[in-house]
């Protein structure tokens, strides 16, 4: 198998979430050395509520063997339950396709995730370093050369920009790069303790009510994740959203599910009131270049689904795998970022697509929810089943297969 670590020298990747250890154990598998440089001072192991990987996802982590930790912290998750307010049945969607080894989607405390995915990069060896917010890069022939807020310097071969949606790597590449845009939807979640519900352990609950979205997962030991969508118009200034108190939030949700049969009450009174803090939902349409010279973007820093799709995490999981086959396999680092981005850009703007659809369904007026509730489960009978969500979630990267090869032409 070729290496090209030696000649690309070292990746300096940014952003210490959760694309940046996943892409760092990837290159560090085709040869490639990496350090990581997160700008928080501190871990930041206590933050979110929770995500979910779905089997694409899972199945991308595999092929750097690094999903057994992830499922083990995690609760598997086989099926979505969809419902009116009303509590009317909707339909029944798989949350996701077995791997090889029974591994199915997969949803997991943030915090949780975090710490799996650290600890698994320090054992590999990768180091991490605190403190380290990019302000400037310079590209040039023999490299990259990294300037942070400290005023520190770092130089590498290359940099992967994997610092989230609101991305400095994607603005320093490209000032004139598509920026975030609102859902229409704001998003609260937390973790409820102490609260035995009666409901199927696999299936997460989703409710669309009358005036929001709300969701549920029993995961074992009397807890329960939940989250909720609130429809919220224009955008709030994230500054204000941070001076809301947690009881005007615990208030809203009991406001916007009053007429709804879902257990907000239940699940508010046994969580943490810390818990209860809004963000805005935004999606990123991908840049026309995802990389530049000698610097690359992954996950949500090129490109970033709302979380109604369940595909955050995965994608960018995806995106790192594939960028190491093809740093691997192409001799040429332009041509290689060229030929990652070819082979990622009609899928995840396929996925975007997708969870357009998802956000505009939560955000319906009651005319639009009674054509939605009426013609929903006619949709999800026909539309969601496993065979037209094989392109989603049975996506696999044949990681020990040639970029360029039959596979790879097939996949793109």
């Not at 004139?176 to 704001?186: D, N, Q, S, V």
């Not at 102490?194 to 696999?202: K, Q, R």
């Not at 009174?269 to 810390?274: A, N, V």
């Not at 960018?316 to 795998?321: C, F, H, I, P, S």
């Amino acid at each position: 198998m070729r290496r090209n670590g030696d000649r690309y020298g070292r990746a300096l990747v940014i952003g210490g979430g959760i694309a940046g250890p996943v892409v760092a154990m990837a290159l560090q598998r085709v040869g490639i050395e990496t350090t990581i440089f997160e700008a928080s001072p501190a871990a930041s192991d206590g933050l979110g509520a929770f995500l979910t990987l779905a089997s694409n996802g899972l199945d991308a982590l595999q092929a750097i063997d690094a999903h057994r930790p992830v499922v083990a912290a995690g609760v598997r998750t086989e099926r979505m339950v969809l419902s009116s307010g009303t509590g009317k049945l909707l339909g029944v969607v798989e949350a996701g396709i077995p791997l090889t080894d029974g591994t199915t989607t997969t949803t997991i405390e943030r915090a949780h995730l975090y710490r799996v995915l650290h600890d698994e990069a320090r054992e590999r060896g990768i180091p991490l370093v605190n403190g380290k917010r990019l302000v400037g890069l310079e590209q040039s022939p023999d490299g990259v050369l990294a300037r942070f807020a400290d005023g520190t310097e770092e130089r590498g071969g290359f940099l992967v920009g994997a610092d989230g949606i609101w991305s400095t790597t994607r603005q320093l590449l490209d000032p004139e790069a598509p920026r975030p845009e609102y859902t229409g939807l704001l998003g609260v979640g937390g973790v409820a303790r102490g609260l035995d519900l009666e409901a199927d352990p696999f299936s997460f609950e989703m409710m669309f009510g009358a005036r929001a979205f709300f969701g549920f997962l029993p995961a074992g030991d009397g807890r329960v994740l939940w989250f909720a969508n609130l429809p919220t118009r224009p955008e709030p200034d994230r500054a204000a959203l941070e001076t809301v108190s947690p009881g005007t939030w615990r208030e809203r949700l009991l406001e916007a599910f009053a007429e709804d049969a879902v257990p907000v009450r239940e699940l508010i009174e046994r969580t943490e009131e810390g818990a209860f803090r809004a963000a805005a939902m935004h999606t990123l349409e991908p840049p026309r270049y995802w990389y530049g010279d000698r610097a690359v973007l992954v996950g949500d820093a090129a490109h970033a689904t709302s979380p109604s799709s369940g595909q955050g995490a995965s994608l960018a999981a995806e995106d790192a795998v594939e960028l190491a086959r093809c740093l691997r396999d192409v001799p040429d680092l332009g041509a290689a970022f060229q030929a990652y981005q070819r082979l990622r850009e009609g899928r995840i703007r396929r996925v975007l697509r997708a969870a357009r659809r998802v956000n505009s369904d939560k955000a319906a007026g009651p005319f639009a929810r009674r054509i939605r509730d009426a013609v929903m489960p006619w949709m999800l009978r026909t539309m969601a089943t496993p065979e037209r969500q094989l392109w989603l979630l049975g996506h696999h990267i044949d990681f020990t297969g040639a970029v360029g090869g039959p596979r790879a032409l097939l996949a793109a």
